[in-house]
């Protein structure tokens, strides 16, 4: 599946991007920030730093304030320290923190929860996995701010702001100037929704990129022409939206064949279709079995006609960084990327890179990539687009042609990044797989963000979001009201998956820069490799015995009160949320004054307290007095950048369009 031939793993070799350096981690993060620093120190180690002494000597004792880890990035010479503050919500916000008061007041569950009926904990720490990677960014940026000579030591990111930035697309979707998307107040109509079941109790997904598989598909089960034209129309628009109301009828039919018949029926029509696995389908596949990293880091041999020395040769007391005279203060300053990506997962990892300064060369085809005209509209562009693609340099190239080709050469001559989501084996039939690209740039780093990766096991379904969801395990742990898996309809690894790319392009900046590869280097990432990484505590101890499941968003509950809805974290013990609010955890039926029934805990079964007898703020007030993470539930994405707690962190052009994660000095 790969469009590269076999590699050798720099992950395997003698040189790692990290050698010589060491992680400063605090003893025990704070509350809250357990997720995100593991990634940290997780990924950082794979890369080949080591454990130094719990904390930079810089480090300050923590405030009391609120969640706050210092972490360092130390070298072997003194230009090369790097040290990050990590926090839970922005500057100046002293309230107790966990992922559920994340989910809540970010809108995950607002946007999760469009399918299901209402906004809903996703079961998973997605938010602090999205800023342990944004977080290992930082310090990745950082260090090779170090070896370039741009004056860059220090770095701040929280969760909350990861989160605002990762999820920027549906708040500029729901603030377009013109004909913003509406986004409905819960209680949200219940709809019929994959996955779907089969007569043998099968539950899948399916996938068609164009009409005729979808058409073909169903009629043939029996669903009429009308409704498979209305349901295509939904179907397509629930990436963008993250809802799917889909006509019954389709759910009816399906349910009429076993699976096996299903599959038949795919596969003469051309649709894609996936059963859900569960995690412990997952703990046997290979790359979990050998915990396989979550990017590829790849040194190809040199061409010694074309060879060209690093910046800097590594060891020794010779350590003499690049000078860029009046740069700015952002560590990818003088940086060149090109990319040839479409969707959110390649584009997302270059606006990633532009944020932390590089400049991006985006290549499209004659007439510009389609998606720019989609609705909303914000200014010249789609308001979605314009979250992942403003500021970017458009070159329009045909790489079908072989001029076209000899155009995409050209632009890479002089760059630093290449990066490309076609689908497998397109980069060779192209002629512009990273041997190709050798031939003209030798010291570019050739990246390449799939979906499936390069793991073995045979074919795999298309390779969309909500498909690795299903199989990757993902969908297992991403439950309904009615404890049945489904894939979000939120792009949970498209969005990580732009990550974990941005991440694994800076890991082979930083091992050119440092010299600790001679060779040329590629890295891969893929949607896959993301969901390992948001699934990795839960799927950690394979081969040791059952794994101890981890506290999570699942240990709070979202219950209304007489005014809202707040959501409730902390260790989701009800003895103890109890305790916090004097009442005792009433029986599930009760409702409060909004008609709504008070939540349970996902996966838990626990009743949740009825605070139907007071307004927010006087439960969130008790709350946080008892050191409990509690925020207001946000039900309308498109007052996200009018909340005071976060308007600071949107700019307004045409639409909300979030701001970068991080800050630097």
Request: charged share 20%.
């Amino acid at each position: 599946m790969s469009s590269a031939p076999p590699l050798t793993p720099l992950t395997t070799g003698d040189a790692l991007p990290l050698d010589g350096r060491l992680v400063h981690l605090p003893p025990s993060p704070p509350a809250g920030l357990a997720t995100a620093t593991d990634v940290v120190r997780d990924h950082l180690t794979r890369l080949g730093a080591r454990f130094g002494p719990g904390g930079p000597a810089s480090a300050a004792p923590y405030a009391p304030t609120g969640p706050e880890a210092v972490i360092g990035l130390s070298g072997p010479h003194p230009g090369q320290n790097a040290e990050l503050t990590l926090r839970g919500w922005p500057v100046g916000d002293p309230t107790p923190f966990d992922e559920t008061a994340a989910q809540a007041a970010c809108g995950l569950m607002a946007i999760h929860g469009r399918a299901t009926g209402g906004p809903r904990p996703l079961g998973l720490d997605y938010l602090g996995t999205v800023a342990g990677v944004a977080a290992t960014q930082a310090l990745l940026a950082t260090a090779l701010a170090g070896l370039r000579g741009v004056p860059v030591h220090r770095a701040h990111v929280s969760v909350a702001e990861a989160a605002v930035f990762s999820l920027g697309q549906y708040a500029a979707a729901a603030t377009a100037e013109e004909e913003p998307e509406h986004v409905p107040t819960p209680p949200y109509r219940r709809t019929a929704r994959p996955p779907f079941v089969s007569a043998d109790g099968v539950r899948f997904e399916v996938e068609a990129l164009d009409v005729g598989p979808w058409r073909d598909f169903w009629k043939e089960l029996g669903v009429p022409a009308k409704d498979i034209a209305t349901s295509w129309r939904h179907f397509v628009g629930r990436y963008a939206r993250a809802a799917a109301p889909l006509i019954t009828t389709l759910a009816q039919c399906a349910a009429r064949h076993r699976y096996a018949t299903l599959c038949l029926v795919a596969e003469r029509t051309g649709m894609s279709i996936c059963s859900l696995r569960t995690l412990a389908d997952r703990r046997a596949d290979h790359d979990v079995r050998y915990d396989d990293d979550p990017w590829e880091l790849r040194e190809l041999a040199q061409d010694p006609l074309t060879g060209d020395r690093p910046l800097y040769a590594g060891g020794g007391d010779g350590f003499v960084p690049r000078a860029l005279p009046g740069a700015p203060r952002l560590p990818l300053a003088g940086i060149r990327v090109v990319e040839s990506t479409r969707r959110i997962q390649g584009p997302l990892a270059t606006r990633l890179l532009q944020a932390l300064g590089a400049h991006i060369i985006r290549i499209e085809p004659p007439g510009g990539d389609p998606l720019r005209g989609v609705p909303p509209i914000a200014g010249d562009m789609s308001a979605r687009f314009a979250v992942l693609n403003a500021g970017k340099e458009v070159r329009e190239i045909d790489i079908r042609t072989a001029a076209g080709r000899r155009a995409v050469a050209e632009t890479v001559a002089d760059a630093d990044v290449f990066l490309h989501n076609w689908a497998p084996g397109k980069a060779a039939q192209l002629r512009l797989d990273d041997e190709d690209l050798a031939r003209v740039n030798p010291r570019l780093v050739y990246a390449w963000a799939s979906a499936w990766d390069r793991v073995p096991g045979g074919a795999r379904p298309l390779g969309t979001d909500f498909m690795v969801q299903a199989w990757s395990g993902v969908a297992d742990r991403v439950r309904t009201p009615e404890d049945t898996p489904a894939p979000s309809l939120v792009t949970l690894l498209d969005v990580l998956g732009g990550h974990i790319a941005a991440e694994g392009i800076l890991a082979a900046l930083l091992a050119r820069e440092s010299g600790a590869t001679a060779g040329r280097l590629r890295v891969d990432s893929s949607l896959l490799g993301a969901s390992r990484v948001l699934l990795r505590p839960l799927l950690r101890g394979v081969g040791r015995g059952p794994a101890a499941p981890p506290a999570t968003a699942a240990s709070g509950f979202v219950a209304p009160t007489s005014d809202g809805l707040i959501a409730v974290g902390g260790t989701g013990r009800s003895a103890e949320h109890a305790l916090a609010t004097g009442v005792s955890t009433g029986a599930t039926g009760a409702t409060g004054a909004t008609g709504r029934r008070p939540a349970t805990a996902p996966q838990s079964g626990d009743p949740a307290p009825d605070l139907s007898s007071a307004p927010s703020a006087t439960w969130l007030k008790r709350f946080h007095e008892a050191g409990v993470p509690a925020r207001e539930v946000v039900t309308d994405i498109a007052s996200l950048p009018e909340d005071p707690a976060f308007s600071a962190l949107f700019t307004h052009h045409g639409c909300a369009l979030p701001t970068p994660p991080w800050r630097f000095s």
